[in-house]
């Protein structure tokens, strides 16, 4: 079977100061149908990623291998055109004209997307319908909440009914009942048929939608697999989350060298390892403690998540790597 | 016709703009509505009706058998119909009281005419001098005075050089000395005959100039230089969309859908063409109706606004291609702009629309080259002696554009 999407080998490096890789020898394909996740702290190279998947960014000549995009069998770099056709694109910020209302907006962004005549007014009808702002069509964006610019800025990329839609982040900044509807309309999507390519740093957002994820870290993808597959990287290990009656860092050392600790990091006021088998590490952790008079305030034991997985692989906090 | 499209989105966004609006109609319709204002009741005889300038005249002169009273004429000359709107004669006796007037104000100008003024038409060691004296506080009303009598005193200079010559010939003997009263007699009869047909004060006035009404010739060249200045503000204003699109991600969400670099460049330079033909065309239209500015004969006007919409826009291009961001946008506002636009019609804002007080300088800017032709169009001028400034302004939008193209080209490949 044709990959809906397929990314070979991608380079890019910034050049201003200091030489950035933003993204470092980036490849996977996505199955058609399917909700493709990647996952990954701010600054992993996510965005970056996306943008040169839809051509806003050329991928660097990488010093191994020959780079290649290509969208259901299209290649983007040969035929940009025909390729572009196909993908929808949710840009990370709102990409929308704040002085034109939602139904001009779309209207001038289906005529982008070659739309024309009876068909476009009946798509611009749709997804007006579909994002919930058909009563609201002829205000202005400035005039929107932000839930319902970002219900724009994906609508816009739904009017040519593409293949594929990338969404970046588009869940970044608004409320939980927009969010709700959008993960929502993400698996209407799917349901459709449609091939989605979805960014995030949620990683309750990638296990909920995703069909397959791949965990993103300085520019790298360090593992790509599906939720099930991805939690048994982390083995027998448990991840413990600890409060202590003092400043967290002091226990960073002595519990480090504990036997059975994989991996120590601080998160706010907690301290989260990684252990072999909680029943015999955590008492270790205690009687560390007590040997220091430091007093252990709360213990939590977490089944395996993606936070867990991304501790196992980078040792650091998805959540502020 | 997606770049249709875009020029269409573009345009209906520029005049939903109010900045925008501000700047392409509002200031330069408002700066040149305050200058009609000011001259707003400029008569259609072209007298100029600034409050008539309060001037005392005493004449002192005695006259004499050959000449006559010459004084007598001179202020006759000036209590003419013609000047009673330029300045309220009142007749005087005593000098002393007379300066005392223009010291305490109470007068504008003294006009004090001597005892022998007229014997020194044939008296060569008789002085005559006239003598002028003026309300320091006040400028243009006793300069108008002042030219008025100048030119009275130039017109009698003339009367001098015959009796000094007539004076001659009676010495010589091929002459008697009571032919030279009617010759001045004469002399005098024909200045004031040229006096009435309103030599004085029209010789001011280019006879050539079509303006029908005196206020829209004044503010004519003003408007045109409004016009000028705000047409290339609004070709940055425009074309500096690119930028902004660039940094609100609409431009790169444009370069996501299926239309090419070139296809959004077209649409976003067809936006700057049309918005500025329509600007112009509006400026154009609403000067004529509210001030009764003319603009010249159609053909000529037609490709001076051409020039200036291709000009404008090509340098907005140009500019656009050069700056990196939006940021940048108030230097070439306030710097660029301002500083090439008030180099290139420096004639105007200096008052002499037709002369060139620096030179060449106004040449090396684009405003430059439209304001010559605009001018020269609307002072009249024929489509061969515009066509220079019109094929020099077409060669200089040329080059601005292809280099802006290039650039623009190169930054967003
Ligand atoms: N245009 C750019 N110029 C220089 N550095 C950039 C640019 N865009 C992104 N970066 C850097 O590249 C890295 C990856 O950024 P990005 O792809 O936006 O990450 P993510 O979307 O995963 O948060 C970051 O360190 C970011 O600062
Ligand atoms: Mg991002």
């Known amino acids: 079977m044709q990959p809906a999407l397929y990314v070979q080998n991608l380079h890019k490096t910034f050049r201003n100061g200091h030489n950035l890789k933003a993204v470092d020898g980036v490849s996977f394909e996505v199955n058609p149908g399917e909700i493709f996740s990647l996952l990954g702290p701010n600054g992993a190279g996510k965005t970056t990623t996306i943008s040169m998947l839809s051509a806003l960014l050329k991928p660097d000549n990488g010093a191994t291998g020959v780079s290649d995009i290509r969208i259901m069998g299209k290649s983007l770099l040969a035929e940009p055109l025909a390729a572009k056709a196909m993908i929808g694109v949710v840009p990370q910020d709102i990409a929308l004209y704040q002085d034109l209302t939602a139904r001009e907006n779309l209207v001038f962004w289906a005529k982008m997307y070659g739309l024309k005549g009876a068909q476009l007014k009946t798509r611009v009808a749709e997804v007006l319908e579909l994002i919930g702002l058909t009563d609201r069509a002829n205000d202005r964006i400035s005039k929107y909440s932000g839930g319902m610019k970002r219900r724009v800025n994906i609508g816009v990329a739904l009017l040519h009914q593409p293949s594929v839609i990338y969404m970046d982040e588009p869940t970044v900044g608004i409320d939980p009942q927009s969010r709700r509807s959008i993960l929502d309309g993400v698996i209407a999507l799917k349901n459709q048929g449609m091939t989605v390519l979805y960014t995030t740093h949620y990683m309750e957002e990638a296990q909920e939608l995703s069909d397959r994820i791949a965990i993103m870290d300085h520019g790298k993808i360090i593992a790509n697999d599906t939720h099930e597959n991805l939690i048994r990287l982390v083995g027998q290990k448990t991840r413990i989350s600890l409060s202590v009656n003092v400043e967290p860092e002091t226990m960073i050392e002595p519990w480090r060298a504990c036997n059975g600790v994989s991996t120590l990091v601080i998160e706010d006021t907690k301290i989260n390892l990684l252990v072999d088998d909680s029943n015999i590490v955590l008492p270790r952790l205690f009687e560390t403690a007590a040997a220091k008079n430091v007093r252990i305030t709360s213990v939590e034991i977490q089944e395996p998540n993606l936070e867990t997985v991304f501790l196992h692989l980078t040792g650091r906090a998805l959540r502020d790597a | ?413």
């Open chain 2, 1 to 413: 016709m997606k770049p249709f499209d875009i020029a269409f989105k573009d345009l209906t966004r520029s005049f939903r703009s109010t900045f925008s609006l501000i700047f392409m109609f509002g200031i330069p319709l408002l700066v040149t509505g305050m200058f009609f204002l000011m001259f707003g009741n400029v008569k259609a005889t072209n007298a100029i009706s600034i409050p008539a300038t309060k001037v005392v005249v005493v004449n002192l002169d005695k006259g004499n058998a050959q000449t006559g009273a010459l004084g007598q004429t001179i202020v006759e000359s000036l209590q003419d119909k013609q000047l009673s709107g330029l300045m309220e004669i009142s007749l005087m006796t005593d000098a002393a009281e007379a300066r005392k007037m223009v010291e305490t104000g109470a007068s504008g100008a003294a006009i004090i005419i001597p005892a022998d003024f007229s014997d020194s038409f044939i008296d060569p060691n008789a002085r005559g001098e006239i003598e002028f004296l003026q309300d320091p506080t006040l400028t243009i009303g006793p300069k108008i005075v002042q030219s008025v009598l100048n030119n009275l005193i130039d017109a009698y200079a003339g009367i001098k050089i015959t009796t000094s010559e007539a004076s001659k010939k009676v010495a010589s003997g091929s002459m008697t000395s009571d032919q030279i009263g009617p010759l001045v007699q004469n002399y005098v009869a024909a200045i004031h005959a040229s006096t009435a047909e309103d030599k004085l004060i029209q010789q001011h006035t280019p006879a050539s100039a079509p303006q029908k009404n005196a206020a829209a010739a004044l503010i004519g060249p003003i408007m045109a230089g409004m016009m000028i200045f705000f047409a290339f503000f609004t070709g940055v204003n425009t074309t500096s969309s690119i930028l902004r699109e660039d940094e609100e991600g609409t431009l790169p969400r444009l370069f996501t859908t299926p239309t090419s670099q070139s296809e959004i460049l077209r649409g976003k330079f067809i936006a700057v063409g049309l918005t500025i033909v329509i600007q112009v065309a509006v400026l154009i239209t609403s000067a004529w109706l509210l001030f009764g500015i003319q603009w010249g004969s159609l053909l000529p006007l037609i490709l001076s606004s051409l020039c200036l919409v291709c000009s404008a826009g090509t340098f907005g291009i140009l500019i656009c291609s050069i700056m990196k961001n939006t940021k940048q946008s108030g230097i070439v506002f306030g710097g660029l702009l301002t500083v090439t636009g008030m180099l290139g019609m420096i004639n105007i804002f200096t008052g002499n629309p037709q002369g060139s007080p620096l030179g060449i300088v106004p040449m090396l800017t684009p405003q430059g080259w439209v304001a010559r032709s605009m001018l020269a169009t609307m002072s009249g001028a024929s489509l061969s002696s515009i066509l220079p400034f019109i094929l020099g302004s077409f060669g200089i939008s040329l080059i601005f554009f292809l280099i802006g193209v290039w650039r623009f080209q190169k930054r967003y490949a």
